[in-house]
């Protein structure tokens, strides 16, 4: 029974990381600080979530689609951004309500 042909082995290019994305570190600092100070600036912590939800949902976008790492951290800012927003719309109802002398 004959051997198959030898197949030289061709080098493969240099080794290239994935780069994790500045838009998704964005993402989730801007989640994770708006987060914190939702609890004493609750405006900032408003904004910083919204901020921290459009950012981790374009920086989620591109890691999925573009082969990028970050998928994580954009998840985390993801999570923090919408907490931080819902907190803020809970203080906000809860604020009202008791300003309102009911």
Do not use: D
Not at 69 to 75: P, T, Y
């Amino acid at each position: 029974m004959p051997q198959p042909p030898y197949q030289p082995h061709l080098p493969q290019g240099p080794y290239q990381p994935q780069v994790t994305k500045r838009i998704v570190i964005g993402g989730m600092v801007t989640g994770i600080v708006g987060l914190v100070f939702g609890w004493y600036l609750f405006q900032i912590g408003f904004i910083l979530g919204l901020v921290a939800v459009i950012l981790s949902g374009v920086g989620l976008n591109t890691a999925n689609t573009k082969n990028g790492s970050g998928r994580g951290m954009a998840m985390a800012g993801l999570v923090c951004g919408i907490l931080a927003v819902l907190f803020e719309l809970l203080w906000i109802a809860v604020l009202s309500y008791s300003l309102s002398g009911r």
